[in-house]
């Protein structure tokens, strides 16, 4: 498999009054095409920044990144937006959809971002939501509107699927229905998807798991059998 990401050394600080708070601390590792990634840790592990720093929504302080061989670290804003733009799909804990926009204005309001989006009939359809195109999101459950959100990020056909906590606020058998989808864009478009979350079942259908620890990648596992959301013992 070709490489997608490549993250070198990887440091971030933030500096508080004259305190420098190191969050990152030299964090290296490769993710490949069509991988399927979980990163797995605890509440104020990094995490978080990692996947922001993966997505251009955060520099980082040190260290270097690589999208497809081409330099991120460094890049200035003009760059690191058309990376966003064309390249980065995000997933968040809380859905963020626009309350006064339809589900379908909602996907429609990303797809128009990207030069080869799919089919927004098409992505309503694999969310189970073709009947609720015209909902707001005060007319839909929790549930449906994360498979909104989804459907919102996947829309512009991006290469890198982000994901911060996408099954946080949601119950157990939602949250398996969430999960499945986004294997479903992983599965079908041959798209990478990287989810983080401090919940360790999710990491049992993922391929690989990254284990973030106080700034630092604790260890990597690979998956050989990975499960479907369904088998997970939720």
Request: include cysteine; glycine fraction near 8%; aromatic fraction near 8%.
């Amino acid at each position: 498999m070709n490489k997608i990401l490549e993250v070198r050394d990887l440091r971030k600080n933030y500096v508080l009054g004259e305190v420098e708070l190191q969050v990152i601390r030299g964090v290296s590792f490769e993710i490949y095409e069509g991988e399927f990634v979980v990163i797995l840790g605890p509440s104020g592990s990094g995490k978080s920044t990692i996947l922001n720093i993966l997505g251009g929504i955060d520099q980082m302080s040190g260290g270097r990144m690589f999208f497809r061989e081409q330099p991120i670290h460094g890049a200035n804003d003009v760059k690191l937006t058309n990376y966003r733009r064309n390249h980065i799909g995000f997933v968040f804990q809380f859905y963020n959809l626009i309350p006064n926009l339809t589900a379908k204005e909602n996907i429609e309001m990303a797809s128009e971002l990207s030069v080869n989006p799919i089919p927004i009939d098409e992505l309503l359809e694999q969310i189970g939501l073709s009947d609720r195109a015209d909902y707001f999101p005060s007319k839909m459950s929790g549930g449906q509107q994360q498979r909104v959100a989804i459907a919102r990020a996947i829309a512009k056909n991006p290469d890198l699927l982000l994901c911060d906590e996408p099954t946080g606020a949601l119950d157990v058998k939602t949250g398996a229905q969430v999960l499945e989808l986004l294997l479903d864009f992983n599965k079908k478009y041959g798209k990478t998807v990287i989810i983080i979350t401090h919940n360790a079942e999710i990491s049992k259908i993922g391929s690989r798991t990254f284990y973030i620890k106080d700034g630092l990648l604790d260890k990597v596992e690979a998956n050989q059998n990975p499960l479907h959301p369904s088998e997970v013992n939720w």
